[in-house]
């Protein structure tokens, strides 16, 4: 019994993650991508909410990075944020028909 305690003790990091299932990885997947889309969404609406004690610039900082990982992180889940209404055609469409 010592000896089975002994290896269980030895296992690396690397062959206890080889023991997961791939529903286990999955699901830690997912937790980490939520992570992201909840902090980038934090660090966005930080940009637009004004806070008493913290003074922001005129210009409010560029968040375009933070939108960018925003965006790639929430169409992992299938969504998106692009309007549904269609846009009218452009004018230098309507020239080429014409």
Request: charged letters at 25%; a neutral charge; glycine letters at 8%.
């Amino acid at each position: 019994m010592d000896e089975n305690n002994n290896e269980q003790k030895k296992k690396s990091f690397l062959d206890k993650v080889k023991e997961n299932t791939e529903d286990e990885l999955q699901i830690l997947g997912t937790f980490v991508r939520l992570g992201v889309v909840v902090w980038s969404g934090f660090i966005i609406t930080l940009n637009y909410v004004e806070l008493p004690m913290i003074k922001k610039g005129q210009s409010g900082g560029d968040i375009t990075f933070v939108a960018s990982v925003f965006t790639g992180a929430l169409a992992t889940f299938g969504l998106t944020t692009s309007n549904s209404k269609q846009n009218p055609k452009s004018p230098e469409t309507k020239k080429k028909e014409e």
